[in-house]
Each structure stands twice: as structure tokens, then as C-alpha cells.
T-cell receptor, first 113, second 114 residues
């Protein structure tokens, strides 16, 4: 079936370096993509989103890139900080899915001081 | 400006008992979604509700699980005759309108079945 998956389960990053988290999706009808951050014991927290008619979107210290040709999504975190340590999920939904989100398996980011 | 609230935060049930999980959406939100998360996995969609209506329950197990979102009060996810495999974190999210993709998540209820 359709799915969203991640390439790297764990990413160790030195504080101050940039982080890149990747995500592959298989549903060509996906219209909207979101990155969530989940800290231990908490619910997912919205980071940034992007619609399928865009290929790049920037936020504060974060950038999401969308490559529809190869169905690939990435999240870039600039100047990674200890507070960025968490599990990051990509999620997607087709317009027709009634906002039902399909989540990837998650990437754990560990920031080393 | 309270966010999505869920209670209880932790729930322990013995096999065969019933579990009731509650979710109060953000103020002004009339759409509620329930997701389940197993340890070290992503969230899996269960059900999508509006006030007094189940819109999409394609992710709900066919038996023992039910959900409601009454006109007044919180949304309830009910699991009857729980089994150990039901142990998971259950998250509720809410959104304001159908045409927005933004869903805001609550802190979750961690269900442990002993």
C-alpha cells in the first residue's frame, strides 16, 4: 500500500552543525507534507509544511525541500542545538483523504555538545 | 489559549477491562483525529470525527474499538476488553476547518495493559 518512509533511523549531529533528515513517499497523489518533531513523552509538534505546488519552503532555522520527481522530502535544520534532539516524522496527505495523515517511521536526532 | 487536552495521561488496565480515552480539541476546532503510536514507530491514523459524526474510521480495528465526538463534551476513544497488544500511546489532534491541513496534537494517553 501507499506509505511514507525514512532512510535513516538515527542521526547524530554535532552542536552547531546542520542536520538533514530525509523522507521518501510513494503516494503520487500526496498534496501536502508536514514535518513534526516529537520529544520524549510528548505529542508531535508541527515544524513546517509544504504543498505539492512548491519545492522549497523556509522557516526559522528549518528548510523543507520537496522533490516530486523522485518523491522525496527533506528537512534541513541549521545550526543544530541541543533542544533539537528529538524524533522527527514526515507526514503526508492527499487532498482527497480528508486530512488523514500518513506518518513515516521517524528519525531520531541526537545532538552532541 | 489552551491546546489540545487529553486525559488521562497514563492509563493502566488489566486484560479484559475497558479503556476510555478523552480528548478536548482546541477552542474553535470542530474536527478531531485519533492516532495510535507503538514504541519506536510512527503514528497510525485511526479515526476522524466531526461533532456527532464519524467521517473516516478506516484505521479503526473492526472489533472492540469505538469513537465518538458528542455535541457537548470531549471526544472519547473507547477500547473494550483490552489486550496487551493495545498497549500504545494514543494521540488526539484537532483542526479548525476541513479545508486546513494543520492538525494540532495533544500530549497523548499512554495505555498499558497488564
Amino acid at each position: 500500500g501507499e506509505s511514507v518512509g525514512l532512510h535513516l533511523p538515527t542521526l547524530s549531529v554535532q552542536e552547531g552543525d546542520n542536520s538533514i533528515i530525509n523522507c521518501a513517499y510513494s503516494n503520487s497523489a500526496s498534496d501536502y507534507f508536514i514535518w513534526y518533531k516529537q520529544e520524549s513523552g510528548k505529542g508531535p509538534q508541527f515544524i513546517i509544511d509544504i504543498r505539492s505546488n512548491m519545492d522549497k519552503r523556509q522557516g526559522q532555522r528549518v528548510t523543507v525541500l520537496l522533490n516530486k520527481t523522485v518523491k522525496h522530502l527533506s528537512l534541513q535544520i541549521a545550526a543544530t542545538q541541543p533542544g533539537d534532539s528529538a524524533v522527527y516524522f514526515c507526514a503526508e496527505t492527499p487532498r482527497a483523504a480528508g486530512n488523514k495523515l500518513t506518518f513515516g517511521g521517524g528519525t531520531r536526532v541526537l545532538v552532541k555538545p | 489559549n489552551a491546546g489540545v487536552m487529553q486525559n488521562p495521561r497514563h492509563l493502566v488496565r488489566r486484560r479484559g477491562q475497558e479503556a476510555r480515552l478523552r480528548c478536548s480539541p482546541m477552542k474553535g476546532h470542530s474536527h478531531v483525529y485519533w492516532y495510535r503510536q507503538l514504541p519506536e514507530e510512527g503514528l497510525k491514523f485511526m479515526v476522524y470525527l466531526q461533532k456527532e459524526n464519524i467521517i473516516d474510521e478506516s484505521g479503526m480495528p473492526k472489533e472492540r474499538f469505538s469513537a465518538e465526538f458528542p455535541k457537548e463534551g470531549p471526544s472519547i476513544l473507547r477500547i473494550q476488553q483490552v489486550v496487551r497488544g493495545d498497549s500504545a500511546a494514543y494521540f488526539c489532534a484537532s483542526s479548525r476547518l476541513l479545508d486546513t491541513y494543520e492538525q494540532y496534537f495533544g500530549p497523548g494517553t499512554r495505555l498499558t495493559v497488564t
